[in-house]
């Protein structure tokens, strides 16, 4: 049997091949305003923080509070290593004084990762993103048989009170002869790259998205259930809400009449763009109005 440290207080043992482990890492020290604060571990493995810090020194623990000689620390194997970086490697140590990483100034907006594989640290100042748009077969028109059409993406719509939220509301379907149906992801900008986003896993349900990851391998999104679906997205705390607001059985073209504007609208909670931007008031052409019962219609203004 052989013995393996991990990033908690556990040790794992790793027999015939299998390793059980648990794992729990805390940001702490003068650097972390109302105390020890827990990292989240992600399916990739890696903890993320996102959050404030002033100015002082971070520490990254392995319990919340220091335990002499049980409690390991992450210690930067650069001397005075600022956490904004590219990425610098870590040693463990039970050394209660070993110099942790430097904070240089207060902000709001600081975002890091420790990844237990690489023993590193990358840090960054995470500024919010212009645009969010939507792309792939799972929206109209948004692939053909052979690739998907980077012209055909649909934008989100930025938060007036929060610039790292976008919102989008419109249609989502398993379309046929298309290039991967049903399948989405989400770009930062009207190409593929730099700026990317995408599930943990290839093919989670988009209804059962919880959390998303900036940039890695190409996995996407997929739709299991057609219908309309706002999808709410947090850039900050890399984070993603989606709900479906009606069924494609209850608001297909054939089923649900075009109506005018006097009956439709004059009870609407939201009224939509076919691509899905928020707006005050109904305009000219195709509208999506969720009314305050919860139903969804297809509203055209002439």
Known sequence: MKR???????????????????????????????GPRQLELCPDGKFRFAGALVEGELLLMTTATCSEGVTQYLTPKLVDSYLVNYGIGYTMTTNSSSPGWVVSFSED????????????????????????????????????????????????VRDHDNPYIFEWTGELDVYDNVVEPGRFKLEGQMTWGPRELHPFRQDEDILHASRLRIGGDD????????????????????SIQAEMLSDKASYSREETPIRSVCTDVSTAERVYSLQGHLRRTPGHGMNIVRQTDGTVRKVVIR
Do not use: H
């Open 4 to 34: 393996i440290v991990c990033l908690s207080l556990v040790i794992s043992c790793l027999s015939f091949g299998s390793v059980a482990a648990q794992t729990a890492l805390w940001a702490a020290g003068s650097a972390v305003p109302d």
């Open 109 to 156: 907006s600081y975002r890091f990762i420790v990844d237990p594989v690489s023993k590193t640290v990358t840090g960054e100042l995470f500024l919010p993103w212009n645009e969010l748009l939507i792309a792939g077969s799972a929206i109209a028109g948004g692939s053909d048989q052979t690739e998907w059409k980077r012209d055909n993406m649909l934008s989100f």
């Open 219 to 238: 996995t996407k999104w997929r739709v299991t259930t057609p219908g309309v679906y706002r999808i709410r997205v947090n850039l900050f705390s890399e």
